[in-house]
């Protein structure tokens, strides 16, 4: 309800005040790791407390003055980026062929191509384990690109599906009337319209293979690590408290992208 | 030459026959119009041409060759749809460059060309908006010049003004009409709205059930239906029962004897319908000289609507009977008192015979 104005004769529901608060409940309960998370990052150096007793950067600046952490982060940057441009690449000429398409065993093929979302993650980490072993992949960026591709396509795939069923058939049509080849009419008119939509789905997968742990600590070595893999890693030995560091970190990161995908969504 | 000719092409889907095989012919210059209710076939007619379905059966000229296998980009035709289907990203100018751009046109006559047609439609003042920046009416006449510029054999316009209120329907009619008079484009026109037809068309083609019921100019479709649809679809009109008696006169299911306009398929004994215009029908008043019309009534009034320029009346006859008379609004003339007495009377060229079933054929 747009104006906010309740409708004549509307009374208090009383499950509507129950549902309300419990929504809030659960978005307190969902949102308090954070709110234990971010003041730890500014607290000493030598544990993890809450509430911390003294403010200090000293954490943040341990992440980025250490070699290894950086490097980890620049593996996890890399990864993440290169699926993302798999996962467009795939993804936004899959949605295409369901959306537009009209061909017999349509209904199978979107099955198949949306079954890395029905598939447990650690199924799918084991299988992807074994198939890039056997081409010597695993440990390697590429092999982990690959992998977070499979895992990232299908939501590519649904968010470049719901944005092509906004965009009206005709314009392809009447583009293609006027003389437009199908590559013509796809690139001049149908891909500036989906920019919304894969900017969207590409900013989900690039945030889905950054944070990823189960399938990249199968495919990843110590060399190759991505950064939520060493902070798994490194939390089976010490828990040292620049993780509360780089976790405020990531919460960051996060939030920047889904602003920035909201602002551009505002814009559209 | 024809522009566009289908010959005996038809188009089923397994075993729905959306079109029967029909023959076509639109000239160079002329203006066609489409018309029949949903589901009898001219989208589907109107896909054909342009490519977008293939036909069952038969085959598809454009401007003297066969295309039947030419695919839709290759066909060298205009559209004008419903929604308008301005691309919503690019400008004004943009959207009118863009069958030139993917013709490869050089830049200056781009230019050139994309002005020209904007003033034809008298829109040059808003090259650099957008689509959704202009009203309805505006945008239409974007998708006209976006065909215009190119120079097509042929534009097709699928229910163009569908989306527009009455007023602006009209106005745009005008609009169609005087590009196309002015230009000799060859336009096929699509709609389900008579009134459309007949104040735009060279030519209609009334489509009824997958088949073509009949085609000729408006006026002629207009006053010579040849089957009750036809009668029916175009303009209003009272259609009863009746039968033809030895004199060659008619008896409708009222018990009401008229004369009627000859016709050799209406022969003694022969049941069918008699159709009459309620514009030809007259109310008889107090000092009316009702001797110019021979086929006279006695009814009972049953309601008077006021329609802005015209007046409709609702009468009763025997035998759940109704009849429509329809006058001008002219002040002072006044409704009729339900349960009055009514006298009507239309001369017998007005009372058309027509086939209970089917057609007339010829």
Known sequence: ?268 | MAMVRLQRAGKRYGDVVALHEVDLSVEEGEFVTLLGPSGSGKTTMLNLIAGMIAPTVGQVFIAGKDATNTPPNKRGLGMVFQNYALMPHMTIFENVAFPLRVRKTPEEEIKKKVAHVLNLVHLPQVANRKPRELSGGQQQRVALARCIVYNPSIILMDEPLGALDKKLREQMQLELKRIHTDLKITMLYVTHDQEEALTMSDRIVLLNDGRIEQMGPPDEMYFKPRSVFAADFLGSSNIWDGTIESDGSATIKSGDKMKVKPEAFAKPGTKLKVMVRPENINVIRQGDDESRFENRVNGKAIDTLILGGVIKHYVQLANDTVIIAQELTRSGRRSLTPGQDVRLAWRPDDSLPLPAVGKIEG
């Not at chain 1, 309300?20 to 709110?35: E, N, Q, R, Y």
């Not at chain 1, 993890?48 to 341990?62: A, K, N, S």
């Open chain 1, 1 to 268: 309800m747009g104006g906010g104005e309740k409708p004549v004769g509307a009374s208090v529901n009383p499950w509507s005040i129950f549902s309300t608060v419990m929504a809030w409940l659960i978005l307190l309960f969902l949102m308090l790791p954070s709110f234990i998370v971010v003041p730890m990052s500014f607290g000493g150096k030598f544990e993890m407390m809450f509430p911390p007793t003294t403010f200090d950067t000293i954490l943040y600046e341990r992440f980025f003055s250490t070699g290894n952490w950086i490097a980890t982060t620049i593996t996890s940057f890399k990864v993440a980026i290169g699926a993302t441009a798999l996962a467009l690449l795939l993804g936004v000429p899959a949605s295409y062929g369901i959306v537009r398409g009209t061909y017999p065993g349509k209904k199978i093929v979107t099955l198949f191509l949306l079954s890395p979302i029905l598939v447990p993650v650690i199924v799918l980490a084991l299988g992807m384990y074994l198939y890039l072993a056997s081409f010597k992949a695993t440990g390697t960026d590429l092999g982990l690109i690959i992998a977070h591709g499979v895992l990232t396509t299908p939501f590519v795939i649904v968010t470049c599906m719901a944005g092509l069923r906004h965009i009206d058939a005709n314009l392809e049509t009447a583009a293609t009337i006027m003389g437009a080849s199908v590559m013509q009419s796809f690139f001049k008119v149908t891909l500036p319209l989906l920019k919304p939509a894969m900017f969207a789905g590409g900013l989900f997968a690039f945030l889905m293979s950054f944070d990823e742990v189960v399938v990249a600590f199968f495919i990843t070595e110590a060399s190759t690590m991505t950064l939520p893999v060493k902070m798994y890693s490194s939390i089976k030995w010490e828990i040292s408290p620049i993780l509360a560091a780089i976790s405020s970190l990531l919460t960051l990161l996060s939030l920047v992208i889904c602003l920035v995908g909201a602002a551009a969504q505002k814009k559209t």
